[in-house]
């Protein structure tokens, strides 16, 4: 669906220049979150179509997720832990 939809749009205002720059702008968001989530790219290739092109940012998108959720797992862990050893107020008599 995403493909028909970027090549409906090409077929309506797209000029071969533009449809240049967003598969060079889809390579670089895929590049620059592959680098960021730790994952190894296929690196860049610039005769692949937009299916490919798609399919490798939607793996890229997917690792930054894993990756953030991650990382916010560890980061709420300490907090969940000391709250549970946290010692209750003595009660006055």
Do not use: C
């Not at 077929?11 to 071969?16: E, L």
Request: hydrophobic residues 30%.
């Amino acid at each position: 669906e995403v493909i028909q939809n970027f090549k409906k749009v090409w077929q309506k205002a797209g000029s071969v220049a533009k449809k240049t720059a967003e598969l060079e702008h889809l390579d670089f968001l895929i590049l620059s979150l592959n680098i960021e989530a730790d994952l190894d790219g296929e690196g860049y290739k610039p005769n692949k179509d937009l299916e490919a092109r798609i399919s490798e940012l939607r793996t890229a998108l997917s690792g930054m997720r894993k990756k953030l959720k991650s990382q916010t797992t560890v980061k709420e862990k300490p907090k969940t832990t000391a709250a549970k050893t946290k010692s209750k107020p003595k009660p006055k008599k």
